[in-house]
């Protein structure tokens, strides 16, 4: 998909006509004119704003589309916005797999009838010490759970990235074991704070970002927010999860973001915003430990990485 420069002013008007405020929700704001929304998109969103502050500044379209992480097309920070052109996130379906009452293929246009779409803004915090502050539209992955009716025994979820090597030229590289998989625990994926994303600034998302459904749990590492899902499978044991299959002692399942615990390679006290030159500390749980401590209330997070 191509943005002219002229969707991109309108993707600024769009902002300005948003507060972004302190406290974690403001309720009420409307939705600018865009064609590119969803139908059901609501008209009178939330907007979580949750723990950013003044200095939280936006990033811009332009910086979060071009500077990312997608090794489907390649390792360089370019390579996804450069390499993703023949992708093609339409018509899409994600397979509910596992331990659930309701094993389906589902029709992503169709689900989206079915589920809250709503304004987030979230801080993406990469491994690498670098991070953003991205508008994404989604829904609470909770909402997709519902659908599938998981058993009790379903005690976490894998995430699996589609498999198209025709479509994603890395995949012909033995850069990863492909195809990318991730996973959470079922209280995780339940919180209200992990949403399956379908786009960024009222724009669907480009396939560099994740075309057309992926995920986004803003306190940990940016390398669990998996893209482009085409499978969700319920199972019983903490799944594989790609960077901790392929280097267990750098990346660990859990990967919430810990300023205290560091990277074999990188400082994790310390992280550069992408438009910024001064370091900003890193905040425990990427900021949303008020929200999400509770659930490692217990565990030693230097064990559970
Ligand atoms: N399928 C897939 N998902 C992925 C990745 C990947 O290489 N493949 N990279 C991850 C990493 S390391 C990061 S930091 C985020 C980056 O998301 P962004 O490019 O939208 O900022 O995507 C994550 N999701
Ligand atoms: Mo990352």
Redesign the pocket.
Known sequence: MKILPSEITSYKNYLNRRKFIKSSVATGLALGASTNLYANHSSDQNIYANQLDENDRLNSFEE?TTY?????FGMGKTD?SENSGNFKPKPWSISLEGLINNPQVLDLEKLLQQVTVEDRVYR?R?VEAWS?VIPWQGFPLSELIKIADPLSSAKFIQFV?VFRPEEMPGQNKRLLPWP?VEGLRMDEAMHPLTILSTGLYGHELLN???APLRLVVPWKY??K????ISSIRFVDKQPEATWSMLAPSEYGFYSNVNNLVDHPRWSQGTERRIGEFKRRKTLMYNGYEEEVGYLYEGMDLRKYY
Do not use: V
Request: glycine content about 10%; proline content about 5%.
């Open positions: 979060i990312n992480n997608f090794y489907e996804p993406l990469c953003m990235t990318y560099q970002s994740g940016g390398f927010s998996i893209k482009s």
